[in-house]
């Protein structure tokens, strides 16, 4: 017990956030609407359909739903994430030949030699990610030249909106970078307390500009057809104003 209170002092922030809340989380995420009608299919359409002979690194890749499906496509996957039992869900889901483990974002990706990913897929990942420059940085350090980074966040705009509605005290200025925590609804009793970061949609179009990234595709999500059936009301909303973000980046000639 003292050993586990010691790593969950020492974890990183996405870590501490899932301590206990990680089998509920994986339970649930899997149908959730918002996540299995809504951002996951997303973000995956904009992944390439035909991954066969490339190497992807799913980068944060929670319990392993995204990592499976490039798996799928043909991928050769490495999958990293700051919570262990993440990783263990994740690995069970893969072939033999992946490479799953334990990494902190937030600490970089030295761990991996230059261009060695044609596919790095962020999904829902950065908002635990205190310096999303210097993740940029390292996401274009480890891609092969003509390589692809797929990610999702929450919509800025979308973000701001929440704070102002749920937490007006703490809703001081669109233009500023805020760690604030809220509990998460829709995953059972107790509600699981999340600690995440909401920042302007500079901070991450910024730092892609800087890295020489080219914007290939700016996808403001809306529901698949499936969420009408399954919740006509949230598929009605989404339809009106965005939640989440994906974009798609290309790496521009060699490091």
Not at 70 to 79: F, I, K, M, N
């Amino acid at each position: 017990e003292k050993r586990e209170e010691a790593m969950a002092e020492d974890a990183c922030l996405g870590e501490k956030n899932y301590v206990g809340f990680a089998d509920r989380y994986a339970a649930v995420a899997a149908t959730k609407v918002h996540n299995a009608h809504y951002e996951r299919p997303n973000t995956l359409s904009l992944v390439p359909a035909d991954l066969s002979g490339k190497h992807a690194l799913d980068a944060g890749c929670g319990p392993g739903f995204y990592a499976e499906e490039l798996a799928a496509r043909g991928a050769r996957v490495t999958a990293v994430d700051a919570t262990p039992a993440f990783v263990e869900m994740t690995r069970r889901k893969l072939p033999e030949s992946s490479t799953v483990f334990q990494l902190d974002l937030g600490r970089g990706l030295e761990c991996f030699d230059g261009e060695l990913f044609d596919v790095v897929l962020c999904a829902l990942v950065m908002h635990y990610v205190d310096d999303v420059g210097a993740l940029f940085r390292e996401f274009r350090r480890v891609l092969k030249p003509g390589g692809l980074v797929v990610l999702s966040v929450g919509h800025p705009l979308a973000d701001w909106q929440w704070m102002k509605r749920r937490q007006p005290e703490n809703a001081r200025t669109y233009f500023d970078k805020q760690l604030f925590t809220t509990p998460w609804g829709g995953f059972g009793d107790p509600k699981p307390l999340v600690t995440c970061y909401r920042r302007p949609m500079g901070d991450y179009l910024n730092p892609i500009a800087e890295t020489r990234f080219f914007l290939d595709k700016y996808l403001e999500a809306r529901p698949a057809e499936s969420m009408k059936d399954v919740s006509p009301h949230y598929y009605e909303r989404l339809n009106v104003e965005p939640l989440f973000l994906m974009l798609r980046l290309v790496k521009l000639g060699a490091n």
